[in-house]
């Protein structure tokens, strides 16, 4: 069984009044368990609402969805929708913003504690939540305000995991990180994925979606445009251009050397790496390599 | 030029200098890019250029002028600056209010100030949007209203401290190639305070802090001659420089001058085509 499935979701924000506007259309799409689904698409495309359906912030106004064995639908009681947030995560854009505990540990317990769990329970999940974001042992206890930027995203971060979601929803978690930061964060999130969870992650670097995900959902004005894998996506670039979305580096780079009359392969080059191997091989085939 | 030397600061609470030592030389109407890692000391740098922070030692002169707490009140005039948060810099509630809030602050006459507002969005292209309330621009619009809110001032030297990095890809593109105008057009001196590595493709002159030291500064192009070592700081590099190191793993040997992508793509379909 599919982990996720919307179907022909509707959302209007300020519904039944004059100024309703339709944020998500119509909208139908499976996703399979432990999927790593990346999210792309311009302000008020719909990907923020579509999200905050899945966490159950919102409802939708028409349609249903249904994450594991949990349906919304528009009439969906308050029980529903908790059910449905103890299998989700949900890591919002600037989590570190939301810190709000005296310690780093009091505020990482602080959801498995909401969830019902024991205080010995909920420590031992935030201590390992915290350990696997490698954060140093001895910040436990001190405020979260004290903190780098980049810790305190982490903790921000840690807060969800602790929870142990089976689905994990991320609003561009490396906005304003360095690159570091931002690879070892990704890292975990993979590992994640690896370990069966399932990922949707909103994202306006294409180089995200082309390494991580193993499908690409494209949003234009409350409906999909494309829901398909990187390979597919990024070997189009009609559709890229109609959907406003530059392709990542290396699948840019390809496309200059074919408009200088070298094609590689017909394999896209989803990472630098592959353009590099692509290269290689024919700059060794050809003879002319000197190194 | 900006001329810096054996500028050292201490933070009242560390044990070692955010700055230890360091000298360079800037130069004006350029766009010099200041990298590094998180704690290298690149943003006690610039705020100590702006005058925000007083250093333990050492000195700072922007062309004659030194930067220290006597002429604060022309620091002010000659040096805007940029921060990271587009969210955490407005107070107007329209954009023109917010451009014309710096203006009243540095008590410009109420008849010229119209003119000076007009002029600045315009100059960032947010012309269209002067009655617009501020929280529901973009990222990108809103960092190009701060910065109009500083060209309205009438500044020489403008610092951006990691002014793109919550800018999604469109939003960052378009206000680097704004700078880049204003450089031209208007004589500006740009000092951005970056991991970006488009940021630091795009500059004219580069400095690499390092744990509070000078690790290498120079021209841009002279800079990214030496890919692999700036890769050994962990730095992010322009695209052309990470693929010129992965060919090289790969045991093909490039180029030692600098490519941009657009010469990599010319030095390869010689390689490749003939």
């Known amino acids: 069984m599919s982990a996720i499935e919307f179907l022909n979701v509707n959302y209007a924000y300020q519904a039944d009044t004059p100024m309703a506007t339709l944020a998500v259309k119509d909208f ?264 | 030029m900006i001329d810096i030397q054996h500028l050292s600061f201490k933070y009242p609470d560390h044990a070692q200098p955010a700055l230890d030592d360091v000298s360079m030389q800037l130069p004006m109407k350029k766009w010099t890019a200041v990298i590094g890692h998180n704690g290298s000391g690149k943003s006690t740098l610039a705020r100590l250029i702006d005058g925000l922070l007083i250093p333990s030692s050492g000195t700072i002169t922007i062309d004659d002028l030194p930067v220290d707490e006597a002429h604060l009140q022309q620091l002010r005039q000659q040096i805007g600056l940029v921060f990271q948060n587009p969210d955490n810099q407005f107070v107007g509630t329209t954009v023109a209010d917010d451009v014309a809030f710096g203006l009243e602050n540095h008590q410009v006459p109420h008849d010229q100030m119209q003119q000076r507002i007009d002029e600045a969005l315009k100059a960032v292209g947010m012309q269209d949007f002067a009655d617009s309330e501020p929280s529901l621009l973009s990222g990108g619009q809103k960092q190009r209203v701060a910065l109009a809110g500083i060209l309205a001032i009438g500044p020489r030297v403008i610092i951006l401290d990691e002014a793109t990095s919550m800018l999604d890809p469109k939003g960052r593109h378009e206000l680097l190639t704004l700078l880049k105008q204003l450089i031209i057009q208007h004589d500006m001196t740009v000092i951005s305070i970056t991991h970006d590595p488009v940021e630091l493709s795009m500059s004219d002159y580069a400095v690499v802090l390092d744990h509070g030291k000078v690790a290498m500064q120079g021209a841009t192009a002279e800079l990214l001659k030496e890919p692999a070592k700036l890769a050994q700081m962990h730095l992010a590099l322009p695209f052309a420089q990470r693929l010129q190191l992965q060919l090289k793993e790969r045991g093909i040997s490039v180029p030692t001058q600098y490519l941009d992508s657009e010469r990599m793509v010319e030095w390869l379909c010689q390689q490749l085509n003939s």
């Open chain 1, 28 to 291: 139908s799409l499976k996703l399979e368990s432990g999927s790593f689904t990346a999210i792309v698409g311009h302000t008020g495309s719909g990907k923020s609402t579509l999200m905050a359906m899945l966490d159950g912030l919102l409802v939708p106004t028409h349609g249903s969805l249904r994450v594991g064995e949990v349906t919304i639908d528009s009439h969906a009681d308050k029980k529903t929708l908790a059910k449905l947030r103890k299998g989700v995560g949900y890591v919002f854009q600037f989590p570190e913003s939301q810190l709000f505990a005296e310690t780093v540990l009091k505020d990482v317990m602080f959801g498995p504690l909401n969830m019902g769990v024991s205080l010995e329970q909920a420590k031992e999940q935030a201590l390992t939540a915290l350990r696997s974001l490698k954060l140093p042992e001895d910040i436990n206890d001190r405020s979260p305000f004290e903190l780098s930027g980049g810790q305190m995203r982490r903790v921000a971060i840690a807060g969800v995991l602790a929870m142990h979601p089976r689905v994990l929803i991320l609003d561009e978690p490396t906005a304003g990180l360095d690159p570091q930061a931002s690879e070892d964060l990704l890292n975990l999130v993979n590992q994640l994925h690896q370990k069966g969870t399932t990922i949707l992650m909103i994202t306006h670097q294409m180089e995200q979606a082309a390494r991580y995900a193993d499908h690409v959902l494209v949003m234009k004005q409350g409906q999909r445009t494309a829901f398909m894998t990187p390979h597919e996506l990024f070997g189009k670039p009609d559709l890229l251009k109609e959907a406003g979305i530059l392709p990542p580096a290396s699948v840019d780079f390809a496309n200059q050397l074919v408009v200088h009359g070298l094609k590689l392969t017909d394999e896209v080059p989803l990472t630098i790496e592959q353009l590099a191997d692509q290269l290689a091989d024919h700059l060794k085939q050809g003879g002319r390599a000197n190194g």
